[in-house]
């Protein structure tokens, strides 16, 4: 109760973001890499979208799901980097309390989304690996859409709850938070009302949407591993255990990274080692998603080459024409 007295004397209507305020002599360098970061991620990402969306070969249970991902990715690094990047820059680290929960509320959202579609994805590859036969009747586009649709809409409605608990949070005592976000731990601890409800929901939250989804995606590609070893060609067992063991290694690290800082139980030390593995699932994931799961396919880079080449087809004509008619001639006149 003693922290409920606190309340009542200042009440603080701004958090500070300390960031990566540690390396204070390093803000240019920090500027420059997070800002080629978030180009080269929202490059990629919204690329896989429109080559997905206007290529009909592209067209597959697969892609649907990596352009969703893709999508999701483009939102995600956009509700981190842009306050990083202005931060580091400007030295403005405050951020209002409702931005911060919306920060928080959109971020976590889509956490909990991009766990689901994971999961989603490696099930996909799991049935067309080991159960090729039942491909077509058991992905069907329908059930396809259903099935992101209720991974963005769990995300959503879930942290609707956490948004709910977070504004009953009141801030009075100190206001700095040791991080580059409003993430949970954070906010929660320099929170003066009382934070057990908000906390108690997050770690329940954060463990029945990790551990089940990561627990999905291991077991789909164990079974694929063990498909894979049955293949007689010895290239082909290459070429696919290459593939998958890349989807496995980036799966790992972002699962991984999220259990360690939201499911296990941390002390003091760590706090300072979770803002490294943040660093990990909040900026590195979506950079690398789209060139392990997408780029590196054959199908993607046909795509991709056709794609570039009606483009600059268009240009290369344009700029012709431009020429011949800066010349005066028309091709009508006899
Ligand atoms: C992602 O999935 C949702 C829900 O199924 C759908 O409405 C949306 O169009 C999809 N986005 C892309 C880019 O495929």
């Not at 004397?9 to 080629?36: M, S, Y």
């Amino acid at each position: 109760m003693e922290k409920r007295e606190e309340g009542n004397q200042t009440i603080i209507t701004e958090l500070i973001l300390r960031g990566f305020g540690d390396f204070q002599d390093l803000r240019i360098v920090i500027f420059i890499l997070f800002l080629a970061i978030y180009i080269l991620t929202m490059t990629g990402n919204i690329l896989i979208v429109g080559l997905v969306v206007t290529n009909h070969s592209l067209h597959t249970p697969m892609y649907f799901f990596l352009a969703n991902l893709s999508c999701l990715e483009t939102f995600y690094s956009s509700t981190i980097l842009p306050k990083v990047l202005v931060s580091s820059l400007t030295a403005e680290r405050a951020i209002s309390i409702p931005g911060c929960i919306a920060q928080f509320y959109f971020f976590t959202a889509l956490v909990v989304t991009e766990c689901g579609l994971l999961a989603m994805m490696s099930y996909d590859r799991y049935v067309a690996i080991c159960k090729p036969l039942h491909y077509g009747t058991h992905m069907t586009a329908k059930r396809c859409v259903h099935m992101a649709a209720g991974c963005w809409i769990t995300g959503f409605l879930a942290m609707s709850v956490m948004m709910y608990l977070m504004t009953r949070l009141t801030f009075c005592g100190p206001n700095e938070i040791e991080h580059f976000f409003c993430d949970f731990t954070p906010v929660a601890k320099i929170a003066c009302s009382e934070s057990q409800e908000f906390e108690l929901m997050g770690f329940i939250f954060s463990t029945i949407f990790t551990v089940p989804t990561f627990l999905l995606t291991l077991t789909s590609y164990t079974f694929i591993v063990t498909t894979i070893l049955r293949i007689p060609s010895a290239t082909g067992r290459k070429k696919a255990f290459s593939t998958c063991s890349s989807h496995l290694f980036v799966v790992t690290i972002y699962y991984g990274t999220l259990i360690i800082v939201y499911v296990l139980p941390n002390n003091e030390n760590m706090r300072k080692l979770n803002k490294v593995f943040s660093v990990f699932y909040t900026i590195l994931t979506p950079l690398v998603n789209p060139l392990i799961y997408s780029l590196r396919n054959r199908e993607v880079k046909v795509c991709l080459r056709k794609s570039v080449g009606k483009l600059t087809n268009g240009i290369w004509s344009k700029e012709i024409q431009g020429t011949v008619f800066s010349l005066g001639w028309n091709p009508k006149s006899p």
